[in-house]
């Protein structure tokens, strides 16, 4: 990052512009945001920029406007100065970034403003963010989707990453209005595409868009749980009879804390589906049988010392 100052004022609200294309925030999402800051006060500042005798908000776009609804004069802030374009954009990505409800499209801008400021190659921003290479080329992709795509708003990072895949823009439009339409999975929406990509032996030829009918016995399971994981995009496939595989999106997490991460998430599925509970002394999980106790510990082993890592490359190759 260039070389900057901050400092911290507070600023009157009328003297604050909000960009035109700032995230959009939900109406009842701002009043509940409004209520908790009429209680609270204002507990995290908002990140500003100078321009000329006014300040436009790079982060806390609603708590601006959560600010103005309650009828503050005030604001406080953290005032930036020497910030380049990218600067700006990387302030505005990483501020919504560990969103749960995080815009994959608007993210897509920030990070397609990044490379044209930076003008390096995807790995080299991949490297100076801390993401990995195929998070900076999904949201890339993305930022590239046609506007019709981009108008039906809350398509989640996964769902877009699959859309993403398809040969032609009209497809693309296509899936994502039936995607929005039927509330699809992720997982429905990859089995959808690869169905068009002809990448199922029933679909060699020409194929249609059409809601896949899972035989995975857990189809409700995964849907019900989704909630008790926040935090990661995952779904779950069942390609072979009683076997399951699980893909994980770590979305904005640094890759040194990948391994930590899937630690958690198998943590999170395994509380989640048997309602249990790990004895962290003993990393043993309480409330299931002692072989799948000593599975669980087992491969939470292999994740944190990078074996699994190898055992992954190596059936790879």
Not at 59 to 86: D, P
Not at 175 to 195: E, F
Request: proline content about 2%; some cysteine; charged content about 30%.
């Amino acid at each position: 990052m260039a070389d900057t100052q901050s400092q911290t004022l507070w600023i009157d609200l009328s003297q604050i512009d909000i960009p035109s294309d700032a995230r959009e925030h939900d109406p009842e999402k701002l009043k509940t945001l409004a209520q908790d800051m009429k209680e609270q006060g204002q507990l995290q500042e908002i990140v500003v920029v100078k321009i000329g005798d006014r300040f436009e908000v790079l982060a806390g776009a609603g708590r601006t406007q959560a600010a103005r609804a309650l009828g503050w004069e005030k604001i406080r802030a953290s005032v930036r100065q020497g910030l380049s374009a990218f600067d700006k954009a990387r302030i505005t990505f990483a501020e919504n970034e560990d969103r749960e409800d995080a815009d994959a499209f608007y993210q897509a801008a920030q990070m397609a403003k990044m490379i044209k400021a930076k003008d390096c190659s995807q790995q080299a921003l991949a490297d100076e963010l801390g993401l990995s290479e195929a998070l900076v080329n999904a949201y890339l992709g993305i930022d590239k989707l046609p506007s019709e795509v981009k108008k039906l708003k809350r398509l989640s990072l996964g769902q877009l990453i699959q859309i993403c895949r398809l040969k032609n823009d009209k497809d693309r439009i296509d899936l994502s209005i039936h995607t929005k339409n039927r509330d699809l999975s992720v997982r429905q929406v990859k089995a959808i595409v690869d169905k068009l990509l002809g990448k199922e032996k029933s679909s060699k030829r020409s194929a249609t868009i059409q809601e896949p009918k899972p035989a995975d016995p857990l189809v409700d399971t995964w849907e019900k749980i989704q909630s008790k994981t926040k935090g990661w995009a995952w779904e779950a496939g069942y390609p072979a009879e009683r076997t399951w595989e699980f893909r994980v999106i770590l979305q904005g997490m640094q890759a040194r804390d990948d391994k930590k991460t899937l630690g958690q998430w198998f943590l999170a599925m395994a509380e989640a589906m048997g309602e249990t509970k790990l004895d962290h002394k003993t990393e043993k999980m309480i409330g299931v049988t002692n072989a799948v106790s000593d599975a669980y510990a087992d491969i939470l082993r292999k994740i944190q010392s990078g074996e699994m890592e190898k055992e992954i490359a190596k059936g790879k190759n």
